[in-house]
């Protein structure tokens, strides 16, 4: 059975960086796409980005492509969210999500998930 567990949240400024980290437990990490989702008081759960099995393909959502980035460490079983720049929007609880991977494809979608973390907050805010 996997386990996700977030990481790294915390209050950041506008214009500046912060790294979210989603280490996975019981299970072959390497095996799964991994996602981040993320959700605003009052607003539901909106895909951030995601990443195929592996290695696999990425893909970030419009708000946030070109500012932050997905990576992820198989042997460290982790994988992480760059936020640079990142805007008072962007604050929200932070989820990642898991799947068993398929030709090391990804979606921001987030019906096709079945595992899910807790969250970790994120504000950004002067």
């Known amino acids: 059975q996997l386990r996700l567990e977030e990481s790294g949240g915390g209050l950041v400024q506008p214009g500046g960086s912060l790294r979210l980290s989603c280490a996975a437990s019981?299970?072959?990490?390497?095996?799964?796409?991994i996602a981040w989702f993320r959700q605003a008081p009052g607003k539901e759960r909106e895909g951030v980005s995601c990443?195929?099995?592996?290695?696999?393909?990425?893909r970030y959502a419009e708000p946030v492509k070109g500012r932050f980035t997905i990576s992820r460490d198989n042997a460290k079983n982790t994988v992480y969210l760059q936020m640079n720049n990142p805007k008072p929007e962007d604050t929200g609880v932070y989820y990642c999500?898991?799947?068993?991977?398929?030709?090391?494809?990804?979606?921001?979608?987030?019906?096709?998930?079945?595992?899910w973390g807790q969250g970790t907050q994120v504000t950004v805010s002067s």
């Open positions: 990443i195929g099995g592996r290695s696999g393909t990425t």
């Open positions: 019981g299970s072959t990490f390497a095996l799964y796409t």
């Open positions: 999500a898991a799947v068993t991977s398929v030709n090391w494809w990804c979606s921001v979608a987030a019906g096709s998930y079945n595992y």
